[in-house]
């Protein structure tokens, strides 16, 4: 108990001194959603994309303490993760650079919430994804500059600045996405073409904050949770006409 209140006080004071140095990044804008109302959730999003794909190959990359994958109902399951969970222990990067493997019909990208790192996943995931394959990118909804803050600030509800390579995703013709409000928003992304080029737009997004998600947030398709599971039974029905 002792040791509890100690360690929670060390924490309250760390993030105080961050809000302060980063405070020149203070943001009022909110997104209003309040994900703990919501039925559905990366459990039911994973599991309704494997439904919809041709084969049962899951890949994630960050898998923490297995919730999610020991929930995810595919016949064969990699997760990569460096610390703990899943089955390779290896960052993202060193387990692309050697995968030598089957290719997967749906991944999950949750590993370092950084958007260099998000977008390098998602370019390695789709060299790796059967035709008709879905992936899915996890933390893209953050609520609050707080949440959003790269280097983080707070311990809790930090999504990082992953949210970023969803602008990429609207400025790309080779693929179809989503942002599936629920659960810190699920980008689900379907591949049009074999190779999708995704553009790369660090030189303008890089330095750019909550701030800018708020403001651009309209140009986003974001749906709820129904809207996103009659689009990917669109796809389905397309595939086997
Ligand atoms: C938010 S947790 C994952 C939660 C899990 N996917 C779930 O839904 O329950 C993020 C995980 O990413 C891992 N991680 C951090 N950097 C990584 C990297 N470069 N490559 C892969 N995983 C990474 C961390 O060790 C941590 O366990």
């Known amino acids: 108990m002792r040791i509890n209140k100690k360690f929670n006080i060390k924490t309250v004071v760390k993030e105080v001194l961050l809000r302060n140095r980063y405070g020149k990044f203070r943001y009022s804008g909110k997104l209003d959603y309040d994900w703990s109302t919501m039925n559905y959730d990366r459990k039911a999003m994973v599991n309704r994309l494997l439904a919809a794909a041709a084969g049962s190959d899951y890949l994630e990359i960050g898998c923490a303490g297995n919730d999610l994958f020991d929930a995810v109902m595919a016949s064969r399951k990699v997760g990569v993760d460096p610390v703990w969970g899943g089955t390779h222990?290896?960052?993202?990067?060193?387990?692309?650079?050697?995968?030598?493997?089957?290719?997967?019909?749906?991944?999950?990208?949750?590993?370092?919430h950084h958007y260099p790192q998000v977008r390098r996943d998602l370019d390695n995931v789709l060299r790796w994804l059967r035709p008709g394959g879905?992936?899915?990118?996890?933390?893209?909804?953050?609520?609050d500059w707080l949440e959003e803050?790269?280097?983080?600030?707070?311990?809790?509800?930090?999504?990082?600045?992953?949210?970023?390579?969803?602008?990429?995703?609207?400025?790309?013709?080779?693929?179809?996405?989503?942002?599936?409000?629920?659960?810190?928003?699920i980008v689900v992304v379907r591949p049009l073409v074999e190779r999708p080029a995704i553009p790369d737009l660090d030189a303008s997004l890089a330095a750019e904050r909550f701030a800018y998600l708020h403001r651009n947030f309209a140009l986003l398709p974001v749906v709820g949770y129904h809207e996103a599971s009659a689009w990917i039974a669109s796809h389905r029905a397309e595939r086997g006409a």
Do not use: C, N, Y
């Not at 030598?100 to 990208?109: L, P, Q, T, W, Y």
């Not at 879905?134 to 609520?143: G, T």
């Open 89 to 112: 222990r290896l960052t993202s990067d060193a387990f692309f650079a050697s995968w030598r493997g089957h290719e997967f019909d749906v991944a999950f990208i949750d590993g370092l």
């Open 134 to 143: 879905w992936v899915a990118i996890h933390d893209m909804l953050p609520r």
């Open 149 to 185: 803050h790269v280097p983080q600030i707070q311990s809790r509800g930090w999504t990082g600045d992953g949210w970023k390579v969803a602008f990429e995703l609207l400025a790309s013709a080779d693929v179809e996405f989503r942002v599936v409000a629920i659960d810190h928003g």
